[in-house]
């Protein structure tokens, strides 16, 4: 199974900040990878699929990048409702695999 | 609109079984693969089953692997998932994705809100 591990597993940081998320594949997943974004109480939205590509609809502050074993989700200006709980998946192989998640909070 | 919505969460008693159901609507249901994935309260998401897009094809997390069925209703625009022997570390909430087929990459465009499952004696 491929394991995916992100860190940091959380992170405190303020409005306009720059963040990165990183997300490292225990083995090559080409760029079958995406990123999610969770609130409280609610479903995960998808931000980036293909490790790169916007989903529609999503702010352009949001950015993915890499391929293979190494990603990073970068939030250029983070906003307040920016703070959630953010999560890598991989679907390159099953078992479909997300990775542990990085809680995003306000400090 | 595209929209997905779990049903059938409760308590249950260890070693008991449940079924969940996945409503679709505002789709050509037919035309995509349906995902369970779980969520235990205050922890990540775990993905739990797959199912294709014309049935004929599933994949299961080797934590229900065995117990866990999931099966699809075209007529109904229905996906389930039954559990079987159920134990304390199946509690979670439980949403149901459609998964888009993307030449670079696939994804989970729309998910349902969730049905809670509780196993406690």
């Known amino acids: 199974d491929i394991q995916l591990t992100q860190s940091p597993s959380f992170l405190s940081a303020s409005v306009g900040d720059r963040v990165a998320i990183t997300c490292r594949a225990s083995?090559?997943?080409?760029?079958?990878l995406a990123w999610y974004q969770q609130k409280p109480g609610k479903a995960p939205k998808v931000l980036i699929y293909?490790?790169?590509t916007l989903q529609s609809g999503v702010p352009s502050r949001f950015s993915g990048s890499g391929s293979g074993t190494e990603f990073t989700l970068t939030i250029a200006s983070l906003q307040p409702e920016d703070f959630a709980s953010y999560y890598c998946?991989?679907?390159?192989?099953?078992?479909?695999?997300f990775g542990g998640g990085t809680k995003v909070e306000i400090k | 609109q595209v929209q997905l919505v779990e049903s059938g969460g409760g308590v249950v008693q260890p070693g008991r079984s449940l079924r969940l159901s996945c409503a679709a609507s505002g789709f050509n249901f037919n035309r995509f693969g349906i995902h369970w994935v779980r969520q235990a309260p205050g922890k990540g998401l775990e993905w739990v089953a797959r199912?294709?897009?014309?049935?004929?094809?599933?994949h299961y997390a080797d934590s229900v692997k065995g117990r866990f069925t999931i099966s699809r209703d075209d007529s109904k625009n229905t996906v389930a998932l039954q559990m079987n022997s159920l134990r304390a570390d199946d509690t979670a909430f439980y949403y149901c994705?459609?998964?888009?087929?993307?030449?670079?990459?696939?994804?989970?465009?729309?998910w349902g809100p969730g049905t809670l499952v509780t196993v406690s004696s």
């Open positions: 994705a459609r998964v888009v087929l993307h030449l670079s990459g696939n994804y989970f465009d729309y």
């Open positions: 199912i294709s897009s014309d049935g004929t094809s599933q």
């Open positions: 293909a490790a790169s």
């Open positions: 083995q090559d997943i080409s760029s079958y």
């Open positions: 998946q991989q679907l390159h192989s099953y078992p479909l695999t």
